[in-house]
């Protein structure tokens, strides 16, 4: 199970976060997370292999001071067990961009309207390969 966090760093508008990774042979769920803190998100990127008994979705939420917002849900899943994923995030002013591995892009978004962030946490159960920011 990874639980990875980037501090203290500027992922700003118009910025690129890339995350490559390996899920493991019984995930459940995994996330990507940019923010302030583990109490401010501003995109909680979620895929479940697991919602509401064997359904697959992607849920995708924000988090204001410890209280999750409304969320949101993606049923389009390209996720599969053991198989390495790319998922780019590419913060625009007003939204997250968020295209996955098969190309298959949602958005999320910027519900805090702030223009810079300065932490990124992931976790679940995936082994984080690469993360890039550009």
């Not at 913060?91 to 949602?106: E, L, M, R, S, T």
């Not at 805090?112 to 993360?131: A, C, F």
Request: proline fraction near 4%.
């Amino acid at each position: 199970m990874s639980d990875v966090e980037l501090k203290n760093m500027a992922f700003e508008s118009g910025m690129e976060l890339k995350v490559t990774g390996v899920t493991t042979p019984c995930c459940s769920r995994f996330s990507i997370n940019v923010g302030h803190s583990r109490e401010n998100i501003a995109l909680h990127f979620n895929p479940r292999f697991h919602y509401g008994g064997d359904q697959e979705v992607t849920v995708m939420n924000s988090c204001k001071d410890g209280c999750w917002q409304e969320e949101m849900k993606e049923k389009f899943f390209p996720f599969r067990l053991r198989m390495e994923f790319e998922v780019t995030i590419i913060f625009a002013d007003d939204k997250f961009y968020i295209n996955q591995h098969n190309g298959h892009v949602v958005q999320f978004p910027n519900r805090p309207g702030d223009k810079e962030y300065d932490y990124i946490w992931i976790e679940g159960d995936v082994t984080v390969k690469r993360i890039h920011v550009n």
